[in-house]
């Protein structure tokens, strides 16, 4: 299906070089893993498990306000099981390239670096409990208004007074 003329040809492509390509262009560099690929680093655990750090040319911008530089280079962590994924966006390929290295230091067991990692994980983690504590009492609101099962569980907190 040729699409230049349809909604993709107006988003904001871009080539290795940095220059403006257009839809089909992009689509072939999406298909060429060898031209997009940067680093990629695999980092051993003490439990057992291994993080996997990538970085990648991403092809299309994602700076969201639009205004400067173009954000074209991506790097993520995988494979962290319970740990929580990291991704960090650059503007210039030296960018992505120091900030490989900088994430697979800090990752790497040992390295003073760790701290900072466990302390974005605990963040994630603590607003992802306040999340789902949310939605618990979401539901739990639902049922009592609904009058269905378990909606004598639950407590509401403030009863007004009603004078007869």
């Known amino acids: 299906m040729n699409d230049t003329t349809g909604w993709l040809s107006d988003l904001p492509w871009y080539g290795v070089d940095g ?18 690929h940067v680093a990629y680093s695999v980092i051993p655990q003490p439990d057992g498990t291994r993080l996997e750090v990538s970085t990648v040319f991403i092809v299309l ?5 639009g205004q400067g530089p173009p954000v ?3 790097t993520m962590t995988f494979g962290s099981s319970g740990k929580g994924n990291l991704s ?20 790497t067991p040992g390295k003073a670096g760790m701290a900072g990692y466990r302390h974005v994980v605990t963040a994630r983690r603590r607003r992802a409990q306040r999340v789902a504590r949310r939605a618990r009492r979401a539901r739990q609101r639902e049922r009592m208004r ?5 909606a004598h569980t ?9 004078k007869y």
């Open 146 to 150: 609904a009058g269905g099962r378990h």
């Open 88 to 107: 960090r966006r650059y503007t210039s390929r030296a960018d992505a390239e120091q900030g490989h290295a900088e994430l697979v230091a800090m990752l």
């Open 61 to 65: 911008d994602h700076r969201l306000s």
């Open 19 to 36: 220059r403006r390509i257009d839809a089909l262009e992009a689509g072939a560099l999406l298909l060429d893993w060898a031209k997009r």
């Open 72 to 74: 074209l280079w991506e």
């Open 154 to 162: 639950y407590r509401p907190r403030f009863v007004a007074a009603v």
